[in-house]
């Protein structure tokens, strides 16, 4: 088709992205984790991030692999993530037909990170393939190719999934979850995360702390209306929208209260809750 080059190129942006930050991104440790993922990646022990979505997860892996010096491949894990998609498959190119890898496969070449991000949204008979990575094999066997790659020096594993979100049917298996150790993670302590919305955004602190008393309340909140809580991530995309001359209220309801429910009167005691906690007027029956 002479398409062959584009089509790789789609499938290694569809399953897998490998970065390497010029500068340190931006995380605040709240507790060890930094500690315990340090010694757990020095002994070759594959790492579970444990914690609700938003909480910076993302971030910290990025922040650990820049810290080891150490690129990371990113796979935003999905229901029809296949082991092929993950291991690599033969593709056509011109009258020949040719491996191309998948991105656990480049990880374990190349002694790179790879992070499964969400990594119970994929198929179990597909994460099954992870067993001889995550243990002291550290081998990754490739049925198409007839052959068992060594994970190259410097290759870690990393999965992240959201424990309070996914359903029984989506839980990490447990011959997965006792290959790995876990770090568990929550929202950053308030002055925390007041630093860490005000960087970010690129607002001031009185700003962050307003966004941030709104956050926790929301999070105090008892109904099954809400999808989820307020995670680190809506306040600051709130933060965003006040640096571009949006008000707190209308930022709130567009990145806050909008993305957070559908429900028509839980949408309105958000709204009031901003009136309260932001001062902003808005009133709940604009």
Same mark, same amino acid.
């Given at each position: ?98 491996? #191309? ?11 790179? &990170? ?14 099954? #393939? ?11 066997? &490739? ?90 991530? #809506? ?30 009167? #839980? ?20």
């Amino acid at each position: 088709m002479g398409s062959d080059t584009r089509y790789e190129s789609a499938i290694a942006d569809k399953n897998g992205a490998s970065t390497r930050a010029q500068n340190r991104p931006y995380y605040t440790p709240v507790g060890n984790e930094e500690a315990v993922f340090r010694a757990a990646y020095r002994q070759g022990l594959s790492i579970v991030l444990k914690g609700p979505t938003g909480c910076g997860k993302t971030r910290f892996v990025e922040a650990m692999a820049h810290d080891l010096g150490r690129p990371l491949i990113t796979v935003a894990c999905h229901d029809d993530l296949t082991t092929a998609d993950l291991v690599g498959r033969y593709l056509l190119r011109g009258d020949e037909t040719v491996w #191309v890898d998948g991105p656990l496969t480049r990880a374990v070449r190349e002694g790179a &990170i790879c992070y499964l991000d969400e990594v119970v949204e994929a198929r179990q008979d597909t994460t099954v #393939v992870l067993h001889p990575l995550a243990d002291y094999r550290r081998q990754l066997p &490739i049925e198409r190719l007839g052959v068992t790659l060594d994970a190259a020096p410097g290759f870690g594993l990393v999965v992240s999934y959201n424990p309070g979100y996914q359903s029984v049917l989506k839980d990490l298996k447990d011959s997965t979850r006792q290959r790995m150790v876990a770090i568990e993670f929550g929202f950053p302590a308030p002055e925390i995360e007041e630093s860490i919305v005000a960087h970010e955004a690129g607002v001031g602190r009185e700003t962050a702390a307003a966004l941030v008393r709104f956050g926790q309340a929301i999070r105090r909140l008892e109904t099954g209306g809400l999808r989820e809580v307020a995670s680190t991530r #809506v306040l600051i995309a709130a933060g965003r929208l006040t640096a571009e001359g949006l008000s707190l209220g209308e930022a709130a309801l567009a990145a806050i209260a909008g993305p957070l429910t559908d429900d028509a009167t #839980v949408g309105r005691g958000l709204a009031e809750m901003i009136d309260v906690y932001l001062d902003t007027g808005t009133g709940a029956g604009d």
